[in-house]
């Protein structure tokens, strides 16, 4: 963890009365910025909050996806807390999302999504992470067109996940919808890391990003 850092919610201190997109703050609980180590190589990126980060006001919050990314991640060394554990003790790691406000009926507009672009554009130039983590099919294309030479609509997260794309500056290691993920797909996922990321020198790819 960062030495100057002393809170993981929000450590940016990033608006949590953002009122840009009308139709979500009618129907959210919570504005959800990032979560973890501002330090950390590795950054993961999910589409929207899910209902349980809606309730806590923390990526991947407490529903069974949360709890099985933070599995994940645990299993990986990055969180430290048991899995239940909402308010993670993590190291290495930084949690986020493409859009910082559910809608409890509805996948975020487009134009919500670029309403919230700033919020995750900030956070990774103050980061500067190493390993992006897409979390699910939307954060995936977002993603890749901003740090990949290939068109989003190429990229198929279940064919992607669980391997590893070279993008601008940063290497995308895409993972499953992990409501949906199966316990096989969650361990290809985990290998993969571990053997193929975790075991070399990941940092080769710092300094190369540009747009």
Known sequence: MDAAQTDFKNPFGMDT????????????????HGYGDVGGEFLV??????????????????DEGGRRV???????????????TVEMDVQNAFFTALTRCRHPDRPATDEEVASCEPYLDAEIRMINPQIIVPVGQRALEALAFEYTTRS????????????????????????????????????????????????????????????
């Open 17 to 32: 009365d953002c009122a840009n997109c009308s139709a979500l703050c009618a129907e959210r609980s919570t504005v959800v």
């Open 152 to 211: 989003p609509d190429s990229f198929d997260v279940a064919a992607e996940h669980a391997t590893t794309i070279r993008g601008r500056g940063f290497e995308l290691v895409p993972i499953r919808d992990p409501e949906t993920m199966s316990d096989e797909a969650e361990r290809a996922f985990i290998d993969h890391v571990r053997e193929n990321v975790l075991a070399r020198d990941y940092r080769q790819t710092k300094g190369r990003r540009s747009r």
């Open 70 to 84: 933070r599995s994940i991640f645990r299993e990986l060394g990055f969180v430290r807390s048991a899995p239940e």
């Open 45 to 62: 990126v999910g589409g929207e909050p899910s209902a349980g980060a809606d309730a806590t006001g923390i990526p991947f919050g407490d």
